[in-house]
């Protein structure tokens, strides 16, 4: 039985480490809060997967076709700053990046 008197059992638990989640994918998949899975965890020797983090600026971006190897690499290359790239990849506008002048105006866009 995986749920049991309102509470998942330590095998829920175990069947989410067993297919490579870590704490905090297992609390989104059973619905619970990752402090829930921690305690669990701990309690019942349970391993679950480590959690690696990747900075999102160490991450390739493509920006007009072209391939830069991280955000840093591309706001160097277009004379913006990182956190330029960072608002136009939320925004979805990573094309519209370093478009304008540094006095406020539109560049004109070359065709080649």
Do not use: W
Not at 1 to 11: A, K
């Amino acid at each position: 039985m995986i749920f049991e008197h309102g509470r998942y059992t330590p095998e829920a638990y175990q069947q989410c480490a067993d297919k490579g989640m870590t704490r905090a994918e297992a609390a989104m998949h059973l619905g619970v809060r990752k402090t829930a899975v921690k305690s669990a965890s701990r309690r019942h020797g349970i391993k679950f997967k480590d959690y690696v983090y990747v900075s999102h600026t160490e991450q390739p971006v493509t920006h007009l076709g072209v391939d830069y190897p991280s955000q840093s690499a591309l706001a160097r290359a277009i004379k913006v700053s990182p956190q330029t790239i960072t608002e136009h990849l939320n925004k979805g506008s990573i094309d519209r990046a370093g478009s304008k002048a540094r006095d406020g105006k539109r560049k004109r866009a070359s065709v080649t």
